[in-house]
């Protein structure tokens, strides 16, 4: 017997028992789609982090200190002067304020709040900023120019527009030049950054920056408490951190006159990428035992199948199949069973995935890694042939007489 | 001499409390073309007679020389081949594939023969009108009466031509006037000089057998020839 006439044998057989062969696909179907499912949205997830980390840029620091009020003297102007004196460590610095008082923006017949909770898409916010705004979060200017010293200094009535706020406000039109009014004030566009690109981050592209001296007249007079601070490298932040920690716990005792912290972003995606690292290894375990579930179910099937098949391979026999032919059959049988159920899987898989990168992750869209997929669909298909294929031994080297027996 | 087996036996259980001699130093020739009836109760012993002279069961000793063969000493691959080449089965459950058809039952010992594909369909037909049964070729199993299962299961065992056809008990499932169809399809392929080996309980249809070998737990009793009507 060759093995084209063995495969057709085997569709035959397949073909005459939809039903068994449907139910040891399903074992085999759910295994697989639910590992590619689980593991691609992890990776999905992932990578998103990872985008938004990049779009955020990375040996960034943060920097907090306030005092409390009755603690003498404010420590805004000496951090920001040591932070501007580290020269050898840094790009740039700046303060970072964002206003939460409820402040109008207009552009013609365009008006957008700052408090529009609502509807995040169409929030604008106003954050105030010096000339080395843009360089310490990673902006890239799309047009114009940044703000300037100048500006910061004498107070000026412009304004940088993010890619978000730039299209809600003016579409495709160049905006530079144009005057836009906050809280009825005017304000000369100067420039405008390019988009983040981050999908669901609306909050960094929906941005109009102003000099960081407009603090005193839009924000209650407050202090300054937040500054960014671009290291040149790595080894920069670690250093700027250490400097900057040294430097404020010579004026504020944590909780008793104030409060100050300073970490970088690069802390903060160590440790993200620690946790989707656990993320990955709790989800994978799950998908690991719904496939191994799968796999029982599919062990069970295939040794009821054959154990109930006996008396077929003893009929095989009588009229002169050899013990090989019959392992051959049942070897095709369970690897073309187990390989259709597993492209049925990894199709149902790639479809879950899309589904759930839409509803999960923000439209984004999710392809399964082929090592998993490969992976998932190689294991089911190792197992249905296994354990198709052990009884089957077991059953055609039963003398005939005994096979036929079976009942 | 087509079939010499001598001191054949098979135990089961040896040597224990339960032990049983289905065969008991059993010792029998046939000739090539000879129509031979293996008779007995339940329990006689002729349908593991019929299972070892059809290599469908190994002896537990004793010789037994197929058409010059020493059939003990083969193997899997030697015997499944006698089992396809040189002897025909029909049983008294048909014991045909449920999931394929008429056609396909017949096509199946072909398939394992080696059979060019553009023969066999053709031989399994002709076979199917052997019996009568060429206009159901496409009917499965569950959609015909017994006697037609019947003469699927020799339209199966005639397909590859063999020289021996070993039939347990081919009518015991059947009415007399469909039974009476079957023997006469037996009788017929005697006629064009295959050897037959029928196994039964049932007299009436030993005295249609021109040689009956009468056993009784495990020994052959009596071997008799004798006149037939129908020759």
Same mark, same amino acid.
């Given at each position: 017997?060759?093995?084209?006439?063995?495969?057709?044998?085997?569709?035959?057989?397949?073909?005459?028992?939809?039903?068994?062969? @449907?139910?040891?696909m399903l074992?085999i179907i759910i295994g697989v789609a639910s590992v590619v499912i689980m593991v691609s949205v992890v990776q999905g997830q992932n990578k998103k982090q990872m985008e938004y980390l990049e779009a955020m840029g990375d040996n960034k620091?943060q920097?907090?200190?306030?005092?409390?009020?009755?603690?003498?003297?404010?420590?805004?102007?000496?951090?920001?002067?040591?932070?501007?004196?580290?020269?050898?460590?840094?790009?740039?610095?700046?303060?970072q304020?964002e206003v939460w008082?409820e402040i109008t923006i207009k552009y013609g017949a365009k008006t957008f709040n700052t408090q529009n909770w609502d509807d995040w898409e169409k929030r604008v916010s106003l954050k105030?900023g010096?000339?080395?705004f843009g360089v310490c979060n990673n902006y890239t200017l799309g047009g114009g120019?940044?703000?300037?010293?100048?500006?910061?200094?004498?107070?000026?009535?412009?304004c940088v527009l993010g890619g978000g706020a730039k299209k809600l406000l003016f579409d495709f039109v160049d905006p530079v030049?144009?005057?836009i009014? =906050?809280?009825?004030?005017?304000?000369?566009v100067?420039g405008w950054y390019e988009p983040t690109g981050v999908e669901g981050m609306s909050d960094m592209d929906n941005v109009v920056l102003?000099?960081?001296?407009?603090?005193?007249?839009?924000?209650?007079?407050?202090?300054?408490?937040?500054?960014v601070?671009k290291?040149?490298?790595?080894?920069?932040?670690?250093?700027?951190?250490?400097?900057?920690?040294?430097?404020?716990?010579? @004026?504020?005792?944590?909780?008793?006159?104030?409060?100050?912290?300073?970490y970088s972003n690069n802390d903060w995606s160590n440790q993200m990428q620690e946790q989707s690292l656990m993320q990955s290894l709790v989800l994978g375990a799950i998908a690991g035992i719904s496939l191994?579930v799968g796999? =029982?179910?599919?062990?069970?099937?295939?040794?009821?199948?054959?154990?109930?098949?006996?008396?077929?391979?003893?009929?095989?026999?009588?009229?002169?199949?050899?013990?090989?032919?019959? =392992?051959?059959?049942?070897? =095709?049988?369970?690897?073309?069973?187990?390989?259709?159920g597993g492209l049925i899987g990894i199709g149902l898989g790639c479809m879950g995935s899309l589904i759930a990168g839409k509803f999960l992750l923000q439209g984004m869209i999710l392809w399964p890694s082929s090592v998993i997929t490969i992976g998932a669909f190689t294991f089911s298909?190792?197992?249905?042939?296994?354990?198709?294929?052990?009884?089957?031994?077991?059953?055609?080297?039963?003398?005939?007489?005994?096979?036929?027996?079976?009942? | 001499?087509?079939?010499?087996?001598?001191?054949?036996?098979?135990?089961?259980? $040896?040597?224990?409390?339960?032990?049983?001699?289905?065969?008991?130093?059993?010792?029998?020739?046939?000739?090539?073309? $000879?129509?031979?009836?293996?008779?007995?109760?339940?329990?006689?012993?002729?349908?593991?007679?019929?299972?070892?002279?059809?290599?469908?069961?190994?002896?537990?000793?004793?010789?037994?020389?197929?058409?010059?063969?020493? /059939?003990?000493?083969?193997?899997?691959?030697?015997?499944?081949?006698?089992?396809?080449?040189?002897?025909?089965?029909?049983?008294?459950?048909?014991?045909?594939?449920?999931?394929?058809?008429?056609?396909?039952?017949?096509?199946?010992?072909?398939?394992?023969?080696?059979?060019?594909?553009?023969?066999? $369909? $053709?031989?399994?037909?002709?076979?199917?009108?052997? /019996?009568?049964?060429?206009?159901?070729?496409?009917?499965?199993?569950?959609?015909?009466?017994?006697?037609?299962?019947?003469?699927?299961?020799?339209?199966?065992?005639?397909?590859?031509?063999?020289?021996?056809?070993?039939?347990?008990?081919?009518?015991?499932?059947?009415?007399?006037?469909?039974?009476?169809?079957?023997?006469?399809?037996?009788?017929?392929?005697?006629?064009?000089?295959?050897?037959?080996?029928?196994?039964?309980?049932?007299?009436?249809?030993?005295?249609?057998?021109?040689? /009956?070998?009468?056993?009784?737990?495990?020994?052959?009793?009596?071997?008799?020839?004798?006149? /037939?009507?129908?020759?």
């Amino acid at each position: 017997m060759n093995l084209m006439q063995a495969f057709k044998m085997a569709f035959k057989s397949i073909a005459s028992k939809k039903m068994r062969s @449907f139910l040891t696909m399903l074992g085999i179907i759910i295994g697989v789609a639910s590992v590619v499912i689980m593991v691609s949205v992890v990776q999905g997830q992932n990578k998103k982090q990872m985008e938004y980390l990049e779009a955020m840029g990375d040996n960034k620091i943060q920097v907090y200190a306030s005092r409390w009020y009755g603690s003498s003297g404010d420590i805004s102007e000496l951090l920001y002067e040591y932070c501007l004196g580290m020269q050898d460590l840094v790009v740039g610095v700046t303060p970072q304020i964002e206003v939460w008082q409820e402040i109008t923006i207009k552009y013609g017949a365009k008006t957008f709040n700052t408090q529009n909770w609502d509807d995040w898409e169409k929030r604008v916010s106003l954050k105030l900023g010096s000339d080395q705004f843009g360089v310490c979060n990673n902006y890239t200017l799309g047009g114009g120019r940044e703000l300037s010293f100048l500006d910061v200094d004498k107070t000026n009535r412009v304004c940088v527009l993010g890619g978000g706020a730039k299209k809600l406000l003016f579409d495709f039109v160049d905006p530079v030049g144009e005057t836009i009014f =906050i809280n009825s004030q005017p304000f000369l566009v100067v420039g405008w950054y390019e988009p983040t690109g981050v999908e669901g981050m609306s909050d960094m592209d929906n941005v109009v920056l102003l000099p960081y001296t407009f603090n005193r007249t839009l924000n209650n007079n407050q202090d300054i408490s937040q500054y960014v601070v671009k290291a040149k490298s790595a080894a920069a932040t670690t250093m700027a951190i250490a400097k900057l920690k040294a430097f404020l716990g010579g @004026f504020i005792t944590n909780g008793e006159n104030g409060n100050y912290d300073v970490y970088s972003n690069n802390d903060w995606s160590n440790q993200m990428q620690e946790q989707s690292l656990m993320q990955s290894l709790v989800l994978g375990a799950i998908a690991g035992i719904s496939l191994l579930v799968g796999g =029982i179910g599919i062990m069970n099937i295939m040794l009821v199948t054959v154990t109930e098949r006996t008396r077929e391979i003893g009929i095989r026999k009588a009229i002169g199949a050899e013990r090989r032919s019959i =392992i051959v059959q049942f070897l =095709i049988e369970a690897a073309v069973i187990c390989g259709i159920g597993g492209l049925i899987g990894i199709g149902l898989g790639c479809m879950g995935s899309l589904i759930a990168g839409k509803f999960l992750l923000q439209g984004m869209i999710l392809w399964p890694s082929s090592v998993i997929t490969i992976g998932a669909f190689t294991f089911s298909v190792a197992l249905g042939v296994v354990f198709g294929l052990y009884p089957a031994i077991k059953a055609s080297s039963l003398q005939p007489v005994e096979a036929l027996r079976a009942e | 001499m087509l079939i010499d087996i001598k001191d054949l036996y098979k135990i089961y259980n $040896e040597g224990q409390e339960s032990e049983v001699r289905a065969l008991d130093g059993v010792s029998l020739q046939i000739d090539r073309g $000879e129509f031979v009836a293996i008779v007995g109760a339940s329990g006689s012993g002729k349908s593991t007679m019929m299972n070892v002279l059809g290599c469908l069961d190994v002896p537990t000793r004793g010789e037994y020389v197929l058409n010059g063969t020493d /059939v003990t000493s083969l193997k899997d691959r030697e015997l499944a081949r006698i089992r396809n080449r040189e002897i025909g089965f029909i049983f008294q459950g048909y014991n045909l594939l449920q999931d394929l058809d008429a056609l396909d039952n017949v096509i199946l010992p072909l398939i394992y023969r080696g059979t060019s594909i553009f023969e066999r $369909e $053709e031989l399994a037909m002709a076979a199917l009108a052997r /019996v009568g049964m060429d206009d159901r070729a496409r009917h499965r199993p569950s959609q015909m009466s017994g006697g037609q299962q019947q003469r699927v299961a020799i339209a199966r065992a005639i397909a590859t031509h063999p020289p021996i056809i070993m039939a347990d008990e081919p009518t015991g499932a059947l009415d007399s006037k469909t039974g009476r169809h079957v023997l006469g399809i037996l009788q017929q392929l005697y006629r064009e000089g295959t050897t037959i080996l029928l196994i039964t309980h049932d007299d009436g249809i030993a005295a249609t057998a021109p040689r /009956v070998v009468r056993l009784s737990d495990g020994k052959i009793i009596s071997d008799k020839h004798q006149e /037939v009507d129908w020759l």
